[in-house]
């Protein structure tokens, strides 16, 4: 079946892309908005300012890919062409947890998962109280989860299961736990399950396929293969955004060709480690030490369980069941709450999940059609002992993230290792264990709970990972908390906004990118209104 690709049309038909690595000479753009970053924070802006009559560029510091790119289906390509560092080989700074993230048109919402939550409750009663946010109440949020809801075909995923998410409901229907149904964006998704790597058939609404096109059609200009590297200020106020163009061999080596971009107002939108970075780069402003600081990134646990029958974790829609049935027990301070999902899982990164290595990793894999992984998402940011990581700045200007688990996450971790253990268990697993170095496959639920109550945990024993970044650049109307305001506005540069997932005063508590459209859609709406008067 022939797809007509969205980019080679629009193109066609006139829409304004630029590739900066086939520039071969200095630029200059003038702009009434710069966003910087494509994803879910910076795609949606940019439909919202261009829909209002705004003159808008649009800036990605990776490639244009798309749905044609896509159809090979391939996980390393995938790594390749569209996450920061290679997908799996990107760390904090020890090298302890891997992070996830993307970096192409789109930013992560091309490769993410699909899950698509509104804030919970707790969380945003949480930062009203603690963290002097105002605006963003269950009632004042309403609307806007709304709005996103419907742009972006929000709905709880209508078809079973796949047999890979069904052991999660499976094991919380058998010991009495909550779980519930996934909302997904999608529309006329064939469940084949490579939301990772790209959506062959354009179902995912990622920004790629949904808002950013519509920014095109409204005369907004997307510049990709550039690196914003610098945000020139004088006066409390951005002048230029500096960007140097980034050579289509390898994406990542500058060409020496530099765009600056000149707007009446700018948006940092390049995610919780970029934003941040993007900000010591540039040396703006910063009274309180607060840039960087409070980086969330629900550190995620796993286990693994080999099922009696295959269940082929690979196909069909990748997170479609989630369980809260640990997450708000103790209420927001309490002890570490975690949410319960599925993984899909895939040979690349599915190997580096068991965590082992020789005859184990070969059998492990032989197996690998029977192989379920759960995985707990840790809620991180909520008490003084999980304060969150700190990006700074790498010898080459990039950002680094250092970040330490405190033994109130290491508790959270190991609670939440049990529970999936016993999940599993009561799922019919035929053997679980922890993806841990010390860990065995253990035969039954008495077993792995005395063990996994003796495992060491710590960095390089456990594996860690995080596909959720958020913090560095926290909101909060008192300037000596927030980087921004509750509007995302910068409290010392009059034409800044922050429009991403940095603005975040703690974790979720659920996969952020709902979290970060519904704030985007108020703060980029307030936006439009005063610079269109
Ligand atoms: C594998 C995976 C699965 C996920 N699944 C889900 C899910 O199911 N549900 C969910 O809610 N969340 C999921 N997430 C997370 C979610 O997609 C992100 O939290 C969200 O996209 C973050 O939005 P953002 O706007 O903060 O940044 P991003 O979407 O990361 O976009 C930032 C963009 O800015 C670009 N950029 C950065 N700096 C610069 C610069 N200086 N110049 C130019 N460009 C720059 C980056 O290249 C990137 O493309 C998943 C993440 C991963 C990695």
Redesign the pocket.
């Known amino acids: 079946m022939a797809f007509p690709d969205i980019y080679t049309e629009g193109i066609a038909s006139g829409w304004k892309v630029i590739d900066a690595s086939a520039l071969a000479a200095a630029q200059t753009l003038e702009a009434d908005v710069a966003i910087?970053?494509?994803?879910?924070?910076?795609g949606l802006s940019a439909e919202i300012l261009s829909q209002a009559g705004l003159r808008v560029v649009l800036?990605?510091?990776?490639p244009l890919k798309t749905s044609a790119d896509f159809r090979d289906m391939q996980e390393a390509r995938a790594y390749r062409d569209l996450y920061?560092g290679g997908g799996p080989g990107k760390a904090t700074s020890d090298g302890a947890i891997t992070i996830?993230?993307?970096?192409?048109v789109g930013?992560?919402?091309t490769?993410?998962?699909?899950?698509?939550f509104r804030t919970p409750e707790p969380t945003l009663k949480f930062w009203a109280s603690e963290h002097e946010v105002v605006g963003h109440s269950v009632e004042e949020m309403k609307p806007w989860f709304a709005m996103v809801e419907q742009r972006l075909n929000i709905a709880p995923w209508a078809p079973a299961p796949n047999a890979n998410n069904s052991v999660l409901k499976l094991g919380c229907d058998k010991l009495g736990w909550e779980s519930h149904v996934i909302p997904r964006n999608v529309k006329g998704c064939w469940d084949s399950g490579y939301c990772?790597f790209g959506c062959p058939v354009n179902a995912k609404q990622s920004m790629l396929v949904s808002t950013i096109p519509e920014a095109l059609k409204h005369g907004a200009t997307l510049i990709h293969r550039?690196?914003?590297r610098q945000l020139q200020h004088a006066d409390g106020k951005i002048t230029a955004a500096i960007?140097e163009a980034l050579g289509a061999k390898d994406g990542r080596t500058p060409t020496g060709v530099t765009v600056t971009i000149r707007a009446r107002h700018y948006v940092a939108?390049?995610?919780?480690l970029?934003t941040p970075a993007?900000l010591l780069r540039s040396q703006l402003p910063d009274p309180n030490q607060l840039v960087g600081k409070r980086t969330t990134i629900h550190p995620v646990v796993l286990t693994m369980a080999t099922m009696p029958e295959k269940i082929n974790a690979f196909y069909g829609a990748p997170?479609t069941i989630a369980s809260d049935h640990f997450q708000w027990k103790d209420g927001a301070t309490g002890p570490m709450g975690y949410k319960l999902e599925v993984p899909p899982m895939f040979p690349g990164i599915g190997s580096a999940t068991f965590n082992v290595f020789g005859k184990d990793l070969q059998e492990g894999m032989a197996d690998f059609a029977r192989a379920n992984s759960l995985l707990a998402l840790l809620r991180d940011g909520f008490v003084p002992q999980s304060e969150g990581g700190t990006v700074r700045l790498g010898d080459d200007g990039n950002p680094v993230l250092d970040y330490e688990l405190s033994d109130y996450v290491w508790e959270g971790a190991r609670r939440a290792l049990l529970s999936m253990a016993e999940l599993q268990f009561a799922a019919g697993a035929t053997k679980v264990r922890a993806a841990h170095l010390d860990s065995a496959y253990y035969a039954n639920w008495p077993e792995a709970r005395r063990a996994i109550a003796e495992l060491p945990l710590k960095k390089f024993r456990t594996t860690l990972f995080t596909?959720?970044?958020m913090g560095g650049c926290p909101m909060s109307e008192n300037p000596k908390r927030g980087v921004v305001t509750s509007r995302g506005r910068h409290h010392q540069i009059a034409n800044l906004s922050i429009l991403?997932?940095?603005v975040f005063p703690t974790s979720i508590g659920a996969?952020?990118?709902?979290s970060?459209y519904g704030m985007t859609a108020q703060n980029a709406t307030a936006l439009a209104k005063e610079l269109a008067r």
């Open positions: 910087i970053g494509s994803g879910a924070g910076g800036v990605e510091e990776g920061q996830l993230q993307g970096r192409s930013g992560t919402t490769i993410n998962w699909t899950s698509s990772g550039l690196r914003v960007g939108a390049g995610g919780a970029n993007l997170q596909a959720h970044l991403d997932g940095s996969n952020p990118q709902l970060i």
